[in-house]
T-cell receptor, first 117, second 117 residues
C-alpha cells in the first residue's frame, strides 16, 4: 500500500509568485490535512478537506487556499508569496472511516520544502 | 478548546540515559492523545496513542507514555536513549469538530531530542 505522497519535494519561488503543492492520500482515505511547519513554530494547522469539501481552516490569510479532487488528492495554493511562507508543508491522511474518528491516526507525507527568496 | 503544551523545546540526554519528554493537555472532555516523531527531513510517524483503553501505552522503538488525568499529563519516556532516537517529538490531541462527526489533530510545538554519545 502506497503511503501519502507529496510533490514536489523542494520548491523555490520568489516573493510575490504563486506556489502549488500536491498531495495524494493513502488509497481509500478521503480526508487530507495540510500543515505548515515553519522553523521554531511547530505544526500549524492550515486546511482540512474531506469528501471534496473544505471542512475547516486554520488561522491563515486567504492567499492560502486549496482544493480536493474527486480522487481525494489535494492541492495547496499559496498566492503572493512572502518570505515568511518559507516552511515545510506537510500533508496528512487520517485513517478515519464511518464510526471512527476520535482516535484516528494520521499518516504523513514527507513534505514539500518551500523556500521563498 | 483542547490543546497540548510541550515543556522544553530542546532536551539533551546521554546515550543510555532515561528519556523524558513532557506533554500537558487541556481538555473539557476525555482527550485522545498521541505522540509523533519526526526524523530530519521526514514527515511525522506515529509513536503511540492513548484512547482510554489503558493508562500506560507502549509504542514503537521502546517508547511508552502514561496518561495521568489528575496531572493532565501524557509524558513520553524511554528507559535508555539510543543515538537513533535523536529527532523531534510532537504531542497531539484530537479535537472534536462539532457537527461533522470527524476530528482534527492539534499539535504541540515539538521537543527536539539530542542524544550525546
Amino acid at each position: 500500500e502506497a503511503g501519502v505522497t507529496q510533490s514536489p519535494t523542494h520548491l523555490i519561488k520568489t516573493r510575490g509568485q504563486q506556489a502549488t503543492l500536491r498531495c495524494s492520500p493513502i488509497s481509500g482515505h478521503t480526508s487530507v490535512y495540510w500543515y505548515q511547519q515553519a522553523l521554531g513554530l511547530g505544526l500549524q494547522f492550515l486546511l482540512w478537506y474531506d469528501e471534496g469539501e473544505e471542512r475547516n481552516r486554520g488561522n491563515f490569510p486567504p492567499r492560502f487556499s486549496g482544493r480536493q479532487f474527486p480522487n481525494y488528492s489535494s492541492e495547496l495554493n499559496v498566492n503572493a508569496l512572502e518570505l515568511e511562507d518559507s516552511a515545510l508543508y506537510l500533508c496528512a491522511s487520517p485513517n478515519s472511516r464511518l464510526g471512527q474518528g476520535v482516535d484516528t491516526e494520521a499518516f504523513f507525507g514527507q513534505g514539500t520544502r518551500l523556500t521563498v527568496v | 478548546a483542547q490543546s497540548v503544551t510541550q515543556l522544553g523545546s530542546h532536551v539533551s540526554v546521554s546515550e543510555g540515559a532515561l528519556v523524558l519528554l513532557r506533554c500537558n493537555y487541556s481538555s473539557s472532555v476525555p482527550p485522545y492523545l498521541f505522540w509523533y516523531v519526526q526524523y530530519p527531513n521526514q514527515g511525522l510517524q506515529l509513536l503511540l496513542k492513548y484512547t482510554s483503553a489503558a493508562t500506560l501505552v507502549k509504542g514503537i522503538n521502546g517508547f511508552e507514555a502514561e496518561f495521568k488525568k489528575s496531572e493532565t499529563s501524557f509524558h513520553l519516556t524511554k528507559p535508555s536513549a539510543h543515538m537513533s532516537d535523536a529527532a523531534e517529538y510532537f504531542c497531539a490531541v484530537t479535537v472534536a469538530y462539532s457537527g461533522a462527526g470527524s476530528y482534527q489533530l492539534t499539535f504541540g510545538k515539538g521537543t527536539k531530542l539530542s542524544v550525546i554519545p
